[in-house]
């Protein structure tokens, strides 16, 4: 049974359009629905909109992988400042990587999802999977589960603690501390790698899935046993299997906020991040030039991913959203989806910064099928809006 939810916030002229998309969206919804969706063209804030009882413009959200965006934002700057080369051995920054045959991965296979170090035989414990420096470790012993540089397969709960380590190793300080200096406190963001007590009280706890008989059966259907690539990728196969709705609700992962998956968000701060990266926002430069963002932005890795099972495209961090997800964005286009339904990316070619959160997990998992049609009515009126 559905009811009456009240969409709010404002658009800009131009973007009313997005706005009643939206809402006939919303409107066939549950009555438990809440979600967020926020866009930006060339800098500017265009589209702010939240539906849903309790939820509000600043309400948290756990955004899961649409973290590994704000990972690989904080890598991409340090390639381009310099302190990281793409093209340099793992082990130049890490010398115990190398172990178990690991040692001429670079730098640029690491973060195409390449490396084939998508979890560890035994898993991780709770207190490892949000200790992105102590899941590195074990990491680094692991032998790869294929040979590094010749497949490629997604490191979901992983892949942020591989590319952590590297920053650490170069610049003494955590991914997480170089975003929070350089990317999150400059512009006040609402995207959080570790989340400040603070700010609790904004968080909305994440909701499972609901999915009808149908779509359980699909997800039934689907080989996913705990010592699969896919099993081990999601750390299902320890004595304790990791449960990913309950992730983000966890205080902890909140607080330390795992690069691969911790982040906590509301649409703002995912669209606002991309915004930053693409454009100039509030007198401040982009984050990266142009050169930065399309070598980041070019296809890695494309074709059968090996955990997925599935075709999937990478570039450097992030994933070829054009080609994954929205085939009408522009090439280049840069992002990440989070498996609750977050979606968030920059289209360099038509401007766009875009962040959606809902608050119950969708199926099947992902980003959430609504994206498609409100990243479309966003792109659309982005060409044709008065700016």
């Not at 790698?193 to 968080?203: D, T, Y």
Request: hydrophobic content about 40%.
């Amino acid at each position: 049974m559905t009811q009456e939810i009240t969409v709010q916030g404002t658009v800009a002229e131009g973007f009313e359009t997005v706005r009643d998309e939206f809402a006939a969206f919303v409107a066939g919804e549950p009555a438990d629905y809440e979600g967020q969706l926020c866009a930006y063209v060339h800098g500017r804030r265009v589209v702010d909109l939240w539906a849903g009882e309790g939820a509000g413009g600043d309400s948290l959200y756990g955004v899961f992988s649409s973290t590994k965006g704000a990972a690989h934002l904080v890598v991409a700057m340090l390639v381009q400042d310099g302190t990281l080369e793409l093209d340099r051995k793992v082990t130049y920054y890490w010398p115990e990587f190398g172990a178990e045959g690991k040692g001429t991965l670079t730098l640029r296979e690491l973060l195409a999802h390449r490396a084939g170090l998508v979890g560890t035989d035994t898993g991780f414990g709770r207190q490892e999977l949000t200790d992105d420096r102590a899941m590195a470790e074990r990491l680094a012993d692991q032998r790869p589960f294929w040979r590094p540089g010749t497949a490629f397969g997604y490191h979901a709960l992983v892949i942020g603690a591989l590319t952590g380590e590297v920053v650490r190793r170069a610049t003494g300080r955590t991914l997480q501390d170089v975003y929070e200096e350089r990317v999150r406190a400059p512009y006040a963001l609402g995207f959080f790698l570790g989340l400040p007590a603070a700010h609790e009280p904004r968080f909305r706890t994440t909701l499972p899935m609901q999915p009808t008989a149908e779509q359980q059966a699909l997800l039934d259907s689907v080989p996913s046993g705990p010592r699969t690539l896919a099993g081990i990728a999601f750390n299902r196969h320890p004595a304790e299997p990791t449960d990913l709705t309950a992730l983000p609700n966890d205080r902890l992962v909140r607080a330390k906020g795992p690069a691969s998956f911790g982040g906590v968000a509301s649409a703002r701060g995912l669209a606002g991040m991309y915004a930053a990266l693409l454009s100039e926002v509030d007198g401040k430069a982009p984050l990266l030039k142009e050169d930065t963002v399309a070598e980041f932005g070019q296809f890695h890795s494309v074709g059968y991913d090996l955990v997925a099972r599935a075709h999937k495209s990478y570039g450097l961090g992030f994933q070829a959203t054009a080609d994954t997800w929205h085939p009408f964005l522009g090439a280049g286009t840069i992002g990440h989806s989070g498996a609750a339904g977050s979606q968030a990316f920059a289209d360099p070619r038509s401007g766009v910064a875009y962040g959606y959160t809902r608050r119950r997990f969708a199926f099947p998992g992902g980003a959430a099928p609504e994206n498609d049609r409100l990243a479309r009515a966003v792109h659309e009126a982005a060409l044709n809006a008065p700016l």
